[in-house]
Nanobody
C-alpha cells in the first residue's frame, strides 16, 4: 500500500523559507510524476510543482523562481524548497504521486501539511 507522509510545514514570516518533505513508502521511481499541490481556505486545490521520473520540472507562474522541487530516489523522498514566501502562499500543502499503468491513472495523496506565512 502506498503511503505519502509530508512534513516541514509551519509558521514563517513573509520573505522567509521552508522546506517540505514527502516520504513515500515505496520506491518513488514507480511513479511517473511527483507533485506538490496546495489548497487555501475557500479555494480550489492548485498544482505548485511537478517533477517527472526523469527529473523534469514544472512550476506555475505564481511560484516560479521561488519554489524548487527535487527528489532523492535513494530516500524515496521528494522535497519542496520554498523561498521568498508571501502571505498568499498560506495553504495546506499536499504531496501527490501519479502512476500510469495499463491505460489507467492512479493518484496517491498525503495527508497535507499546513504552511502559514504571517508576520
Amino acid at each position: 500500500q502506498v503511503q505519502l507522509v509530508e512534513s516541514g510545514g509551519g509558521l514563517v514570516q513573509p520573505g522567509g523559507s521552508l522546506r517540505l518533505s514527502c516520504a513515500a513508502s515505496v520506491s518513488i521511481f514507480s511513479f511517473n510524476d511527483m507533485n506538490w499541490y496546495r489548497q487555501a481556505p475557500g479555494k480550489q486545490r492548485e498544482l505548485v510543482a511537478d517533477i517527472t521520473r526523469g527529473s523534469n520540472t514544472y512550476y506555475p507562474a505564481s511560484v516560479k523562481g521561488r519554489f524548487t522541487i527535487s527528489r532523492d530516489n535513494a530516500k524515496n523522498t521528494v522535497y519542496l524548497q520554498m523561498n521568498s514566501l508571501k502571505p498568499e502562499d498560506t495553504a495546506v500543502y499536499y504531496c501527490n504521486a501519479v502512476q500510469l499503468r495499463d491505460g489507467a491513472r492512479n493518484d496517491y495523496w498525503g495527508q497535507g501539511t499546513q504552511v502559514t506565512v504571517s508576520s
